[in-house]
């Protein structure tokens, strides 16, 4: 009589950056995962990578490919860890050879918000007075905020969230533009003083969904994180992953988008503008959700016709004179 003895299932290794957020994000996706897979084991592995080493300088000089990502994915392909948990607007819409984004999760609100220092909570972004000085390290907020409020002055902020809040407290800055997810998933959900509608600012790409990131080969890990997928999400964000990529588009350019899933209709706009303000181009287009990617492809070939590439080049190009 043979017996056959089970091998105990391997420790699936989490990869996270080692920010506050990340590490939040990244422990919520393990307790789901728990939650699903009792008898298993999730392990947290930090890394710090190139975009959490420099604080000093604008992330549109530093160049944005991999920013926040490379030294994760070379974690998985060394087969150091298993998978990545990224905000996904942080991920590169083309993916190193070998790896795939595995999962997206269920999204928290993607808008942005205005944050205001002690003296203003009387007023909205509208009312602020000539000269108020905005922190914002996104050129997306940038260009879309000095199109509509020329008035305004901006100024670049970086470090994570509490050295950001703190600056403004201090009163280096009359208010600050933070993503409404950030502030809620570390529970500040009260410094929130004005959600700033699509008129005004159109989101990130991806900005508010979880990404997570893994080899494709990896058929165990690909099935465990469907466990934790948000079809209606993952489609809006394949949408806009789509039209990034066809503008050619990387994190760090002004390229604002909005998705709306009603039944199985998904309705995607999208701008691309200068980062003086001076110039924008919008449009909207419509059609089922399984079409997704193409939706983001078509609409990204209808901005193209009214000079959003040519508003792209110019600020690259700005970019690389500085």
Same mark, same amino acid.
């Given at each position: 009589?043979?017996?056959?003895?089970?091998?105990?299932?391997?420790?699936?290794? @989490?990869?996270?950056?080692?920010?506050?957020?990340?590490?939040?994000?990244?422990?919520?996706?393990?307790?789901?995962?728990?939650?699903?897979?009792?008898?298993?084991?999730?392990?947290?592995?930090?890394?710090?990578?190139?975009?959490?080493?420099?604080?000093?300088?604008?992330?549109?000089?530093?160049?944005?490919? /991999?920013?926040?990502?490379?030294?994760?994915?070379?974690?998985?392909?060394?087969?150091?860890?298993?998978? &990545?948990?990224?905000? *996904? $607007?942080?991920?590169?819409?083309? *993916?190193?050879?070998?790896?795939? =984004? /595995?999962?997206?999760?269920?999204?928290?609100?993607? &808008?942005?918000?205005?944050?205001?220092?002690?003296?203003?909570?009387? $007023?909205? @972004?509208?009312?602020?007075?000539?000269?108020?000085?905005?922190?914002?390290?996104?050129?997306?907020?940038?260009?879309?905020?000095?199109?509509?409020?020329?008035?305004?002055?901006?100024?670049?902020?970086?470090?994570?969230?509490?050295?950001? =809040?703190? $600056? *403004?407290?201090? /009163?280096?800055?009359?208010?600050?533009?933070?993503?409404? &997810?950030?502030?809620?998933?570390?529970?500040?959900?009260?410094?929130?003083?004005?959600?700033?509608?699509?008129?005004?600012?159109?989101?990130?790409?991806?900005?508010?969904?979880?990404?997570?990131?893994?080899?494709?080969?990896?058929?165990?890990?690909?099935?465990?994180?469907?466990?934790?997928?948000?079809?209606?999400?993952?489609?809006?964000?394949?949408?806009?992953?789509?039209?990034?990529?066809?503008?050619?588009?990387?994190?760090?350019?002004? @390229?604002?988008?909005?998705?709306?899933?009603?039944?199985?209709?998904?309705?995607?706009?999208? @701008?691309?503008?200068?980062?003086?303000?001076? $110039?924008?181009?919008?449009?909207?287009?419509?059609?089922?959700?399984?079409?997704?990617?193409? =939706? /983001?492809?078509?609409? &990204?070939?209808?901005?193209?016709?009214?000079?959003?590439?040519?508003?792209?080049?110019?600020? =690259?190009?700005?970019?690389?004179?500085?």
């Amino acid at each position: 009589m043979t017996s056959t003895v089970t091998s105990p299932a391997r420790t699936i290794r @989490i990869g996270s950056r080692k920010s506050q957020l990340a590490l939040i994000q990244t422990y919520w996706v393990q307790e789901q995962l728990k939650k699903h897979f009792p008898d298993r084991e999730f392990e947290v592995q930090t890394m710090s990578t190139h975009g959490d080493k420099i604080l000093d300088v604008a992330l549109s000089k530093i160049g944005d490919k /991999g920013l926040f990502t490379k030294e994760l994915e070379l974690g998985m392909l060394r087969d150091e860890i298993d998978f &990545a948990v990224h905000s *996904l $607007k942080d991920l590169p819409t083309r *993916l190193p050879e070998g790896l795939v =984004l /595995g999962c997206v999760t269920e999204r928290e609100n993607p &808008a942005d918000a205005l944050v205001m220092h002690q003296k203003h909570l009387d $007023k909205q @972004i509208e009312t602020l007075p000539e000269g108020s000085i905005i922190g914002t390290s996104s050129l997306r907020r940038l260009a879309q905020l000095r199109y509509h409020f020329p008035h305004l002055s901006f100024k670049d902020v970086r470090g994570n969230l509490n050295t950001r =809040l703190a $600056k *403004l407290d201090a /009163g280096d800055y009359d208010a600050l533009i933070l993503a409404v &997810a950030g502030l809620k998933r570390l529970d500040m959900s009260d410094r929130i003083h004005q959600i700033l509608p699509p008129e005004i600012s159109l989101h990130a790409v991806g900005q508010g969904a979880l990404g997570i990131e893994c080899r494709e080969d990896d058929q165990e890990v690909l099935e465990l994180l469907n466990a934790i997928a948000h079809p209606p999400t993952a489609q809006r964000c394949y949408a806009e992953r789509s039209l990034l990529r066809a503008l050619e588009g990387g994190c760090q350019v002004p @390229i604002g988008v909005d998705t709306q899933l009603e039944g199985n209709t998904l309705t995607l706009t999208a @701008i691309v503008a200068s980062v003086d303000g001076q $110039k924008l181009v919008k449009d909207t287009i419509q059609g089922e959700q399984s079409q997704a990617e193409n =939706l /983001g492809l078509e609409l &990204a070939e209808q901005l193209k016709k009214q000079g959003a590439q040519e508003i792209l080049a110019e600020i =690259l190009a700005q970019i690389e004179r500085e």
